[in-house]
């Protein structure tokens, strides 16, 4: 079993950029689908980006198109959240998840292997 541990949350300006890393232990990380999740206070977690197995394929939240990219390094067991352009909006605690599924997987039922967390705050 995957378990995902993310790091490099932390408190931005709006406009601001941070970078969000998850590290995949156990498992066989090169078979799981990543993804990025978010729940701010009272909310729902939402989905916010996914990769591929392969990383050939990404998918994003409308929300955070062109301002968020994701990538994955299969030989380090690591995914990244580029986030630019941030938003009071996109304060959150940011999630890394793995699925088993193939394509990217956009629904939280989807992705079984969750980690803690890591808070996001963009101040305005």
């Known amino acids: 079993q995957v378990q995902p541990v993310e790091s490099g949350g932390g408190l931005v300006q709006t406009g601001g950029s941070l970078r969000l890393s998850c590290a995949a232990s156990?498992?066989?990380?090169?078979?799981?689908?990543m993804g990025w999740f978010r729940q701010s206070p009272g909310k729902e977690r939402e989905f916010v980006a996914g990769?591929?197995?392969?990383?050939?394929?990404?998918g994003y939240a409308d929300s955070v198109k062109g301002r968020f990219t994701m990538s994955r390094d299969d030989e380090k067991n690591t995914v990244h959240l580029q986030m630019n352009t941030l938003k009071p909006e996109d304060t959150a605690v940011y999630y890394c998840?793995?699925?088993?599924?193939?394509?990217?997987?956009?629904?939280?039922?989807?992705?079984?292997?969750w980690g803690q967390g890591t808070q996001v705050t963009v101040s305005s």
């Open positions: 998840a793995a699925s088993v599924l193939r394509g990217v997987p956009n629904l939280r039922w989807q992705y079984g292997e």
């Open positions: 990769i591929s197995r392969s990383g050939g394929r990404t």
């Open positions: 156990g498992g066989t990380f090169s078979d799981r689908a």
